[in-house]
């Protein structure tokens, strides 16, 4: 339904950065709120689907063509992205090619890119961005990045070692028959509060989350709550997205005992699920401010 | 010990392990498949610097890594050759291994692409006219895009299956800069360079401006290219036409050997890293540790 509402929004676009483009998955839920969130503003919005390159969606000299709804975006007229594109693709099929096109459209040519794909890779290897992050006020765990070696012993958890996603549990819930093929990353378990940070515009929007579970995110009884972070803990965050050269991050914080320690930062956060379990959309209403501001 | 990377060694790459066994330079040769097959753990504790530990076959004693040196044909050491698995868990919890190694100081020439920016022509080109270079193609703006592919095509088939020679990658490129110029290659090795330009016989040396280096290695940086090569050609003013991050000078050099001895002195100065080698069984191909269960394909936080 959106989709169909975006694309006849806009059946031949021109006017110089007029447009806000989204960049995605169609089924990407955090675009989807996004783009409701755009279109409840007066702005046009027009989405760029990730698996519709060199298919259906075409880049020429001058714009974007989709040849199955017939409708085309001249990229002059693109005023802001909010770029959710994730996965690189490799090899010389036209989808490849057209998927590098966007990445450099993104890069270098497109104006007001929520991120920019350079600085969304940061997060790309989760322990090379840990040590990227050490050295703050913010703690880092001990980490362990391995393969076809046993894992550590005592309260440890596991997670995938790249930016792919992955449940967190306890190494006890390791299966010593699988250990396998691929490197994972294994860190002591920091136990305490997780607090979510999204930073945007040199602001903080925190969430603090009470769960049993190791990772909150699958605990159904996990419980949400706006937070004021320490100046010094919002300082960092704030700090460390602009060394990434973010525009836009999701921090994952745990603040225990002995401080506050910094999981990760995530370059493509999804703030919607944050603010559907809070009810409030203070951060959705900054990126659509910001994004009006930019176009014409 | 220099660790090579290949599962084919290129021919330049041949030239340098005879050049580092007459210098008495340990080095290894591991195809991609094999580097993981081997044991590996890395390890961060916030106050001590990164550790790395790589048990690898075929090693007969322990070493301390100096550098690793991609040694294959264009393009075989890409993502995609990853032990013929083309699963994007598995391919990127490896990348991130690789990423962390360049993370911690271990000098990598010719390293995998990761992010695929060797082949991204727009990128690099939209940064050379930035310094100032011409371009082909930029007149027409995007159609630049389209040019961009032709080239890409060729320069991919050129150093992956040798489908076609130097020679006649100019003879592509020639159809699009006036006639009556040079085609020049500058050779890029950490801060050193060396210039060379075609001619109906053959590589001959070339003089650059000072400016013009500057710019040239500007663009190859860019690219986090310490070892590469940048092709221009050059009449009234400056085209930049491609780099590749890797050493060509077998093809396109004067004196290809003064080159190659210049980058076996600086390996051989390179000191000891974190990253140390240990003789190891090669791993059985197996599973994954991370089972797809808790690898959720439905949306969630990131």
Redesign the interface.
């Known amino acids: 339904m959106i989709q169909r509402t975006l694309c006849t929004q806009s059946p031949r676009t021109t006017r110089a950065r007029s447009v806000i483009v989204l960049v995605g998955l169609l089924?990407?839920?955090?675009l989807v709120y996004m783009a409701r969130r755009l279109m409840e503003s007066s702005g046009s919005v027009v989405w760029l689907d990730q698996r519709a390159l060199g298919v259906d969606l075409i880049?020429?000299?001058?714009g974007w063509q989709h040849l199955r709804q017939g409708w085309f975006l001249a990229?002059q007229s693109v005023g802001a992205v909010y770029n959710r594109c994730m996965?690189?693709c490799?090899?010389?099929s036209v989808a490849a090619?057209s998927q590098?096109?966007l990445?450099?459209l993104l890069?270098?040519?497109y104006p007001n890119v929520i991120n920019r794909p350079s600085t969304g890779?940061s997060n790309?290897?989760?322990?090379?961005q840990?040590?990227?992050l050490?050295g703050t006020v913010l703690?880092?765990p001990?980490?362990?990045?391995?393969?076809?070696?046993m894992p550590p012993s005592g309260d440890w958890v596991?997670?995938?070692?790249?930016?792919?996603?992955?449940?967190v549990?306890a190494v006890s819930r390791?299966?010593q028959a699988?250990?396998?093929?691929?490197?994972?990353?294994y860190q002591q378990r920091v136990q305490g509060d997780n607090v979510?940070v999204h930073v945007f515009q040199g602001r903080c929007e925190a969430v603090r989350i009470e769960a049993v579970s190791v990772d909150y995110?699958?605990c159904a009884d996990a419980v949400f709550r706006v937070c004021t972070l320490p100046k010094q803990i919002e300082q960092a965050c704030v700090k460390l997205t602009h060394q990434l050269g973010l525009m836009l991050s999701?921090i994952d914080l745990i603040e225990s005992d002995q401080g506050w320690t910094i999981l990760e930062v995530?370059t493509?956060?999804?703030f919607d699920?944050?603010e559907r379990r809070i009810g409030q959309r203070r951060l959705s209403r900054a990126l659509v401010r910001y994004f009006s501001d930019c176009i014409d | 010990m220099i660790i090579l990377i290949a599962d084919r060694l290129s021919p330049w790459g041949h030239g340098l392990t005879r050049a580092l066994t007459a210098r008495g330079v340990d080095w290894g040769l591991w195809s991609l498949k094999e580097w993981?097959?081997?044991?590996?753990?890395?390890?961060?504790?916030?106050g001590i610097p990164?550790r790395a530990r790589a048990?690898l076959m075929r090693l007969d004693s322990a070493h301390a890594c100096c550098a690793i040196i991609g040694a294959c044909p264009w393009g075989q050491v890409?993502?995609?050759s990853f032990?013929g698995r083309d699963d994007?868990?598995?391919r990127?919890?490896?990348?991130?291994?690789w990423?962390?190694i360049?993370?911690?100081g271990v000098p990598m020439f010719n390293p995998i692409d990761?992010?695929?920016v060797g082949?991204?022509w727009?990128?690099v080109l939209?940064?050379a006219v930035r310094l100032g270079f011409l371009c082909v193609g930029l007149d027409?703006?995007?159609?630049l895009?389209?040019a961009a592919?032709a080239f890409?095509?060729a320069w991919?088939y050129f150093y992956t299956q040798h489908h076609i020679d130097f020679e006649t990658i100019l003879r592509l490129w020639a159809h699009h800069v006036p006639q009556g110029g040079q085609w020049v290659c500058v050779h890029r090795l950490e801060d050193r360079y060396y210039v060379s330009a075609q001619t109906t016989q053959g590589p001959v040396w070339y003089h650059l401006s000072r400016d013009v280096i500057h710019n040239v290695l500007a663009v190859l940086d860019h690219v986090q290219s310490r070892l590469g090569m940048a092709l221009l050609y050059v009449l009234d003013q400056v085209y930049f036409i491609a780099c590749t991050p890797r050493g060509h000078w077998h093809l396109c050099w004067a004196d290809d050997r003064s080159v190659q001895n210049a980058f076996v002195s600086h390996l051989v100065q390179l000191p000891d890293t974190a990253l140390s080698l240990y003789p190891?069984p090669a791993?059985v191909?197996?599973?994954?540790?991370?089972?797809s269960e808790?690898?959720?394909i439905i949306?969630?936080?990131?």
């Open positions: 089924d990407d839920p955090v880049c020429t000299a001058s990229h996965h690189v490799w090899g010389l090619f590098r096109i990445t450099y890069e270098s040519v890779a790309f290897s989760k322990l090379a840990l040590i990227q050490s703690r880092v001990e980490s362990v990045l391995s393969v076809g070696c596991f997670k995938s070692a790249s930016n792919q996603r992955s449940v549990h390791l299966d699988r250990y396998g093929a691929e490197p994972v990353l979510r995110r699958y999701g995530n493509s956060p999804g699920y944050f | 993981m097959r081997s044991a590996w753990c890395i390890t961060l504790n916030e990164v048990d890409g993502i995609a032990d994007a868990y598995y990127h919890a490896w990348m991130s291994v990423m962390v360049q993370t911690m990761l992010n695929g082949l991204q727009q990128g939209t940064h027409m703006r995007f159609s895009c389209a592919r890409e095509r991919f190891g791993q191909p197996r599973g994954l540790t991370i089972p808790f690898r959720p949306s969630c936080v990131m």
